[in-house]
């Protein structure tokens, strides 16, 4: 019987060497890679079961690319301040989903992404916001937002 941790480590297999090496490559190569490794899906609801399974490999291989954190060797530059920053990052190209070594990103392609993590950012206070109010007409008590000061050495503007 597969689990999810045999499909895991399966994952883990295929993107591995692909990261370590600092090679581009496309989410849905990884995708077939694993899936070869278990065969054709068959029988009367196969293209269901095809898809589903696409579905969840996906997924998969989107959070096995995301636990890589940059190696800590010479060739690193080491900033206090990175507590979250990846080996690499998903990017659509020509609408497919690539994973992209860090250090081969473009300008442009950093400029899409931190945008768009600014409007996440603003999505969760605007939704934090939100549930306060909810909170104080359901009981009364406002409760005051987090506050927090970012490392002046790691601010950027």
Excluded at 17 to 42: C, T
Excluded at 82 to 95: A, N
Excluded at 123 to 149: C, N, T, W
Aim: net charge negative.
């Amino acid at each position: 019987m597969i689990d999810l941790k045999d499909i895991k480590n399966v994952v883990a297999e295929v993107v591995q060497p692909m990261i370590l090496a600092e090679e581009k490559f496309n989410i849905n190569w990884a995708i077939h890679q694993v899936r070869s490794v278990y065969g054709d899906v068959a029988g009367g609801n196969s293209e269901f079961y095809e898809f589903c399974a696409d579905r969840c490999l996906k997924d998969l291989v989107k959070d096995a690319v995301g636990k890589y954190k940059p190696k800590n060797d010479s060739n690193q530059r080491e900033f206090d301040s990175f507590k979250h920053f990846m080996e690499g990052y998903t990017f659509s190209e020509d609408g497919e989903l690539v994973w992209i070594p860090t250090e081969q990103i473009t300008l442009e392609q950093w400029r899409m992404r931190l945008e768009q993590w600014d409007k996440n950012a603003q999505g969760q206070i605007e939704h934090s916001d939100e549930a306060r109010m909810f909170v104080e007409h359901k009981f009364g008590v406002l409760i005051p937002r987090f506050e927090y000061e970012l490392d002046k050495a790691s601010s950027c503007g």
